[in-house]
Nanobody, 111 residues
Framework: QVQLVESGGGLVQAGGSLRLSCAASRTIFSTHAMGWYRQAPGKQRELVAV???????NYADSVKGRFTISRDNAKKMGYLQMNSLKPEDTAVYYC?????WGQGTQVTVSS
């Protein structure tokens, strides 16, 4: 079973940036798509961005142009660069890979 550990969350002012990281334990990392999801209080978990094994990317409309997903297969790491953050980006952010979830990292954006 793959284990995923997120890091990089925190408190930031609106307009600021954060970079989330996801460390994966799975030996076969490069052949799986990886995604970032988020869940705000009282809301359902939603897809933020996904990157395929071939590095194709897709983003939720709400983050297009502001967030960038990437991966480093050699390090078994995934990243989410978040720029121009808004208060509505406040949520717990989760890494997903091969059906497994990380524990989540809190992102809070103050206005």
């Amino acid at each position: 079973q793959v284990q995923l550990v997120e890091s990089g969350g925190g408190l930031v002012q609106a307009g600021g940036s954060l970079r989330l990281s996801c460390a994966a334990s799975r030996t076969i990392f490069s052949t799986h798509a990886m995604g970032w999801y988020r869940q705000a209080p009282g809301k359902q978990r939603e897809l933020v961005a996904v990157i395929s094994s071939g590095d194709s990317t897709n983003y939720a409309d709400s983050v297009k142009g502001r967030f960038t997903i990437s991966r480093d297969n050699a390090k078994k790491m995934g990243y989410l660069q978040m720029n121009s953050l808004k208060p509505e980006d406040t949520a717990v952010y989760y890494c997903w890979l091969g059906g497994a979830w990380g524990q989540g990292t809190q992102v809070t954006v103050s206005s």
